[in-house]
């Protein structure tokens, strides 16, 4: 589990074929490595991957061909956020996130509004209905609020320093993205579908 809070921008440095699988070795930027163990959860871009071999500098994963079917930016080399997983002492300053990517999404608007970025993001038609004002959206693994929505697409409002943290600065329209719904709202659509009698309505 993830807060979407990200604590480094990294880089994929090697993509080695496995298969119809990779092995990737990412580069920490800044990313304290010290309490981390093999078989730890280190969020890449907003994808829960898995750390099999590391030092103070680069961790490596394995990423299954599904994987990388579902998500974008793991097959070259370029800029990632990171996160390692969240303790249950943490404090959890953005919203729970699995790391689980439920889409792939498009940027339709990137511009400046005053000291900010205005982000438009078109979603798959199937995650809309789990999108909405005020509420959370993971974006390439960072936790934000959605300010706007109009049909598929959304729109965040970026700060300079959100901007500044995460790789969401090299976005221009066009850039896709890997986009995880809020959880709760996937929990009160399963609620809906069941009637009184907790039977599919």
Known sequence: MFTGIIQAVGHIDRIMPVGDDARLT??????DMSDVALGDSIATSGVCLTVIAFDAHVFEVHVSKETLSCTVGLDTHRPVNLEKALRLSDRLGGHLVSGHVDGVGQVVRFEPVGDC????IRAPHALSRYIAVKGSIAVDGVSLTVNTV????????????TLEMTTLQHLGVGSRVNLEVDQIARYVDRMTQWDNEGTPA
């Open 117 to 120: 970025m205005l982000l438009s």
């Open 150 to 161: 109009d049909h598929d697409t959304f729109s965040i409002n970026l700060i300079p320093h």
């Open 26 to 31: 990412i580069a920490t930027g800044n990313l």
